[in-house]
């Protein structure tokens, strides 16, 4: 995707469906270095303030083996949802889990839809989700997180890959997180989790446990899918703690899905995606779609609502796998965060939600605007308030807010940078601060 999205600007997506991924058997993921196939726009979200609620809405309508997609924006909990729906068609979202705003109360934000699948037929209802099995369960977790900087809350999905703790789960499931904890459905042990790493782009974070050990592993897929194939995605459903099951088949593989942004959140364009049609809802993102076999084929990642046929996308498990390798690795070159970024602590003013920042009224003004500043960060240290405009980092002029982003996403929390900054009175300022670790990325 070429633009940070609004929520009250509308995206489209396409879906193109091939009938199988290779066949070929392929090698243990941790030995495996596949390219990147899915590729989102380049968004800045080092340090924002959102997670755990829908990213936002595309709708699919199948024409062939394509399919175009209008865009319906999904809304928040007492927010307005600006965007049209068209007749016949249904919307993706993907699920960061459910959330809540402080009171504890989970509260999904589900955009309606109207019915039809991405086969172009008139589509069935799907089978009624149940709980999953122990061996549907088994290297399943429940993911839960607080959103620090939003008094909020947050629950999703992930997958075990190594017994001592290593999780993979989608990047909207943890984003914005300042507190993770996992909990093994299987046995109920809770483990606090830091990240590891991130790739927004993908939509793929992975987890590190404090003090696991002997853990169960989720089986990975060796010999691909197809289309037609019985699957059952396994998530955390409405982030109600417990798993559920839901039954159903592959409708097209190598499909693309283009969502809208929320309001806290961006839209992201994913391709190369896995599409099924099964009960998925709510809180399953980071799940496991598995096989016939019970190997893990996908990462549930969007699903429709509203209509009478869910249709959802999950992440094909190798591309997954090889994101966590360059993760693991240390590389940076396509995309991901390692760890958790540098944080200074400052709501922007701008035309596009910045790294450090939500989005404010667009501005004309070199630098920039800051709209709020954070209690506890090293911008309220400095003594920075709202309607000061940055002006340098290190020296180096800061043109807008996404400016600001880039600079301030090449350091390294605990690094010394020199903030300069013109207030009000249009005095210039100049402070030395120390940035802190971030939430998630």
């Known amino acids: 995707m070429d633009e940070h999205l609004h929520p009250e600007q509308a995206a489209t997506a396409t879906s193109t469906a091939a009938t199988s991924t290779a066949d070929a058997k392929r090698r243990p993921w941790y030995r495996r270095r596949l390219p990147v196939a899915c590729a989102a726009g380049a968004t800045l979200i080092a340090g924002a303030f959102a997670a755990g609620i829908p990213v936002g809405a595309a709708?699919?309508?199948?024409?062939?083996?394509?399919?175009?997609?209008?865009?319906?924006?999904a809304t928040a909990p007492g927010e307005s949802t600006q965007g049209e729906s068209t007749q016949?068609?249904?919307?993706?979202?993907?699920?960061?889990?459910?959330?809540?705003?402080?009171?504890?109360?989970?509260?999904?934000?589900?955009?309606?839809?109207?019915?039809?699948?991405?086969?172009?037929?008139?589509?069935s209802a799907n089978a009624e989700a149940t709980e999953a099995s122990s061996d549907e369960s088994t290297g399943v977790v429940v993911i839960e997180t607080v959103l620090g900087y939003q008094d909020g809350e947050?629950?999703?999905?992930?997958?075990?890959?190594?017994?001592?703790?290593?999780?993979?789960?989608?990047?909207?499931?943890?984003?914005?997180?300042?507190?993770?904890?996992?909990?093994?459905a299987t046995t109920g042990e809770t483990y606090a989790a830091t990240v590891v790493g991130t790739d927004a782009e993908d939509d793929v974070a992975v987890l590190q446990l404090e003090g696991a050990s002997d853990l169960a592993t989720v089986a990975i897929d060796d010999d691909g899918v197809s289309a037609g194939d019985a699957v059952t995605a396994v998530g955390n459903a409405e982030g109600g703690g417990v798993l559920m099951a839901a039954d159903g088949s592959i409708t097209a593989v190598d499909a693309s899905v283009t969502t809208t942004a929320s309001a806290t959140t961006d839209g992201e364009t994913l391709d190369g995606m896995i599409e099924i049609a099964a009960d998925v809802v709510s809180g399953d993102s980071g799940g496991a779609v598995l096989d016939a076999e019970g190997e893990v084929v996908g990462v549930t990642t969007a699903a429709s609502s509203g209509s009478s046929t869910t249709i959802a996308y999950a992440i094909p498990v190798e591309e997954a796998l090889g994101i966590v390798d360059e993760i693991l690795a240390g590389d940076e070159s396509n995309g991901a965060t390692i760890g958790y970024p540098a944080f200074l602590g400052v709501q922007i003013a701008g035309a596009t939600s910045s790294a450090y920042g939500q989005g404010g009224q667009t501005t004309t003004t070199a630098g920039a605007t800051i709209a709020g500043v954070i209690e506890?960060?090293?911008?309220?240290?400095?003594?920075?308030?709202a309607g000061d405009v940055v002006a340098?980092?290190?020296?180096v002029a800061v043109a807008d807010s996404e400016s600001l982003?880039?600079?301030?996403?090449?350091?390294?929390?605990?690094?010394?940078?020199?903030?300069t900054?013109?207030?009000?009175?249009?005095?210039?300022?100049?402070?030395?601060v120390t940035l802190i670790e971030g939430p998630a990325a």
């Open 59 to 73: 709708t699919s309508s199948a024409q062939a083996s394509a399919t175009t997609a209008a865009a319906q924006a």
């Open 88 to 123: 016949g068609e249904s919307t993706q979202t993907p699920w960061g889990g459910t959330s809540s705003g402080g009171t504890g109360t989970t509260v999904p934000t589900i955009p309606d839809g109207s019915a039809g699948d991405a086969s172009g037929s008139a589509g």
């Open 154 to 184: 947050a629950a999703g999905t992930g997958l075990v890959l190594t017994s001592d703790g290593l999780i993979l789960t989608n990047n909207h499931v943890v984003e914005g997180s300042t507190e993770i904890s996992v909990t093994i």
């Open 376 to 385: 506890g960060t090293p911008a309220a240290s400095a003594g920075l308030v």
């Open 392 to 395: 340098a980092v290190d020296g």
């Open 405 to 419: 982003s880039e600079l301030l996403a090449g350091y390294e929390p605990g690094d010394a940078v020199t903030i």
């Open 421 to 432: 900054w013109t207030d009000a009175a249009g005095t210039s300022e100049t402070a030395v």
